[in-house]
């Protein structure tokens, strides 16, 4: 079973950065995309960005467009989510998701979720 790991979120105040990071320790193939999701109390689990391996294409929310950037690490099944501007309205559970296709079958796998809090 694949498990995706994720980590960086932390408390920081409005206007500040934090950078993600999610990783999939020992998983040999690799991704066709990364995408990251977050989910805040009483809402649903809502999409933030995605990149596609293959071409490096790059998607966004609108409500993170121009604020937060998705990267990859070369040659890695890790991605990064540089967030900056940090809103209030941005606190969530942050989760890694990961897509692949082996056999004619997609494979989805999800992370644990790492916290993140903005506020004064």
């Known amino acids: 079973q694949v498990q995706l790991v994720e980590s960086g979120g932390d408390l920081v105040q409005p206007g500040g950065s934090l950078r993600l990071s999610c990783a999939a320790p020992?998983?040999?193939?690799?991704?066709?995309?990364m995408r990251w999701y977050r989910q805040a109390p009483g809402k649903e689990r809502e999409w933030v960005a995605a990149?596609?391996?293959?071409?490096?294409?790059?998607n966004y929310a609108d409500s993170v467009k121009g604020r937060f950037t998705i990267s990859r690490e070369p040659g890695k099944n890790t991605v990064y989510l540089q967030m900056n501007s940090l809103r209030p309205e941005d606190t969530a559970v942050y989760f890694c998701?990961?897509?692949?296709?082996?056999?004619?079958?997609?494979?989805?796998?999800w992370g644990q979720g790492t916290q993140v809090t903005v506020s004064l």
């Open positions: 998701n990961a897509e692949v296709v082996l056999t004619n079958r997609r494979y989805t796998y």
């Open positions: 990149i596609t391996f293959a071409s490096g294409t790059t």
């Open positions: 020992g998983f040999t193939f690799s991704f066709d995309a």
